[in-house]
């Protein structure tokens, strides 16, 4: 049986649904369930992703269905689909969840091509989306004031430009680097790390010395290390997903090239991890949350992961997390706005004040009107791989993880 990933606050979170919500509860009819669509890719590259986020988020709902009955007196229904982190397939799956299966929200999406080009669909229709993962961040700005006036597309990770500007205080104040080298996947998730990254150097006075670009598939990366390294980087930065960022670390390492390197949350794939082996040793990355940590919040969920999935099933820690997060505050919200109504999901998410707790954070006012981000940089911290695995790169960072970092109002 599945059981709360709070047991010892059950009976409180419980009383305070139930009083808050029971008239909602009294008048639904039994039979009806709530539609919520799920996308992301659970097969290919990016399946690490998608799996855990999907797994998080299932995990979430199974809770809420089990111990409160769902939501608005209905149980969660799931509606999931696969788009292999496909940007058309992608807009083919919000096609169909908004049109035909007639969800009330959508919650996933890990890719920020796929994101960049669906997003308009809920937009349009006026769906809530609560993005678990892709970190693009455009995803969020596009329909921000005063580019719209009411803003659909709401995130649970960080945005590329919150972790690059935190990337690129620790390259350039932290360690003093000036001479920076960067490789990313031709991917909108590449371009927009990429991007991001150089405006954030640039408020250092720095520029790259170098700017490389490989594909997906691609798994010989000499090319694109000759050329950084000849333009004499001091440090490499990589984006892209778990296969081709292993084979970038394997590349390196033949080359003999012991330059420090950087790399999207992404290195905490499993297939990064392993396909990588001692390669990946010493690559740093930027993350919201570490499997490892001493926080009791966090290993209690990822005991739980385990007792449901398997001990090895976490092949994404992050994508887990924010996934699980992502659905707690949906909940939250809808059982706030007392409807399925788009528009009034869209304002409970913004006026959202209660304290939903989740893994990454208490979500004490992840959104307002103007702000859909509900990760800011110091909740952020530097992870390093050790020995396959993600560990805190600093041992100060591993002591305060047994606070929780709160979004900066």
């Known amino acids: 049986m599945i059981t709360p990933l709070f047991p010892q606050r059950r009976g409180r979170f419980l009383s305070a649904l139930c009083l808050a919500f029971g008239l909602a509860a009294s008048s639904a009819h039994a039979e009806d369930t709530v539609k919520i669509g799920l996308s992301g890719p659970f097969s290919g590259g990016s399946a690490p992703m998608g799996v855990s986020m999907r797994s998080g988020i299932r995990m979430a709902v199974d809770e809420i269905n089990t111990y409160v009955g769902g939501v608005l007196g209905r149980k969660i229904e799931l509606i999931e689909r696969d788009d292999a982190a496909n940007p058309d397939k992608g807009l083919a799956i919000a096609e169909e969840l908004v049109s035909k299966v007639k969800v009330v929200a959508t919650v996933g999406i890990v890719n920020t091509g796929v994101a960049l080009k669906s997003i308009d ?16 961040s455009e995803v969020t700005q596009r329909f921000a004031p005063p580019n719209a006036s009411a803003n659909y597309v709401f995130r649970m990770s960080p945005r590329t430009g919150v972790s690059n500007a935190f990337l690129a205080r620790h390259l350039v104040e932290a360690r003093g680097f000036r001479q920076i080298g960067i490789l990313a996947d031709d991917t909108g998730y ?46 490499l930065v990589m ?21 420090p390197t950087f790399a999207s949350w992404t290195v905490s794939m499993r297939n990064f991890l392993d396909q ?11 993350q919201s949350f570490i499997p490892g940590s001493e926080n009791s919040r966090h290993r209690q969920f990822v005991s739980e992961f385990a007792t449901r999935y398997g001990k090895d099933a976490m092949e994404s820690a992050m994508s887990a997390a924010q996934g699980y997060d992502a659905m707690r505050v949906l909940f939250n919200a809808m059982s706030l706005a007392g409807s399925d109504d788009g528009d009034r999901i869209r304002l409970a998410l913004e006026q959202l004040n209660r304290g939903v707790e ?30 396959g695995r993600i560990d805190y790169a600093f041992k100060e960072d591993a002591q305060r993880s047994f606070a929780v970092r709160r979004k900066e109002q």
């Not at 984006?239 to 960022?245: D, F, R, S």
């Open 358 to 387: 989740g893994v990454v954070t208490t979500y004490i006012r992840p959104f307002t009107a103007e702000d859909h981000d509900a990760i800011t940089e110091n909740m952020l911290v530097l992870g390093v791989v050790r020995q």
């Open 190 to 235: 590449g371009e927009a790390e990429m991007g991001d990254l150089v405006k954030a150097l640039a408020t250092h006075g720095v520029t790259p010395v170098r700017v490389e670009r490989f594909g997906i598939g691609d798994r010989d990366m000499r090319a694109q290390l000759d050329a950084v390294r000849a333009a004499g980087a001091q440090a």
């Open 239 to 259: 984006y892209g997903i778990g296969p081709e960022l292993a084979a970038i670390a394997k590349t390196r390492l033949e080359m003999g090239w012991t330059v």
């Open 121 to 136: 669909v809920y937009q349009n229709a006026k769906v809530p989306v609560v993005v678990a993962v892709s970190t693009g």
């Open 276 to 286: 990588a082996g001692p390669a990946g040793d010493g690559v740093m990355t930027v």
